[in-house]
Structure formats: C-alpha cells, structure tokens
C-alpha cells in the first residue's frame, strides 16, 4: 500500500489542524494506520495509532487528550484532528500502515508516507 500524507502548515499556538493519510493500491482495511513524528534533532516519536476498523486508539502520552486519530476505510484515509496545538508539536508527521497487529514501535510498520511538515509558533 502507498501512503500520501497531506494537511501541514503553519499555525499558532492554540491551534487545530487535522492531518490527512490517503492510502492507495491496497485494501485499507486490512491495515492498522499510526502517525508518527520527527523534530529537528529528536528521535522519530509515536503519535497515535488505530486498530483495522477504527474500534481501537492509542496516543502518545505528549498528545493524549489533544488529538484524535480517526480512519474512514470507504476512502482509504487515516486522520490525525490535532488540538490545543504546542510549539512542541512542530515536526515532520508521518502516516504509517502495516498489515500485522497495532504497536508503537516504528519498526512495526512496512509502509510509510513521506511526511507533511507541521509547524506551531508561539
């Protein structure tokens, strides 16, 4: 499956934006979905993940409470909404698909997009 990820921009603290994940050239469904983040100088950082049929969600502890990761399989598109948004939240997203279980663990995902940049001024 291939992943565009699409939504980034510039915005201030205090902000929404919601992040878009088109998948393409597989059955969606039959992929558990996650995003992903990268600041300049950090590690990659899990975001949130979502299970095939979108029953279940997990967030990482820096944005549980803020943002929303939600899926629609009919389109084929995964969603972050991000709330309340830091300057901390700035950094590269990345949609990320795999056809095995849930997990944080980046290394779990076979499929990848190329990052859509989101940055949050103060």
């Known amino acids: 499956v291939q992943l565009q990820a699409s939504g980034g921009g510039l915005v201030q603290a205090g902000d929404s934006l919601r992040l878009s994940c088109a998948a393409s050239?597989?059955?969606?469904?039959?992929?558990?979905a996650a995003w992903f983040r990268r600041a300049p100088g950090k590690e990659r950082e899990f975001v949130s993940a979502?299970?095939?049929?979108?029953?279940?969600?997990f967030y990482g502890d820096s944005v549980r409470g803020r943002f929303t990761i939600s899926r629609d399989n009919a389109k084929s598109t995964v969603y972050l909404q991000m709330g309340s948004l830091k300057p901390e939240d700035s950094a590269v997203y990345y949609c990320?698909?795999?056809?095995?279980?849930?997990?944080?663990?980046?290394?779990?995902?076979?499929?990848w997009g190329q990052g859509t940049l989101v940055t949050v001024s103060s």
């Open positions: 050239g597989g059955a969606f469904s039959d992929y558990v």
């Open positions: 990320a698909a795999d056809a095995s279980i849930i997990r944080r663990t980046a290394e779990s995902y076979d499929h």
């Open positions: 979502i299970s095939k049929s979108g029953s279940s969600t």
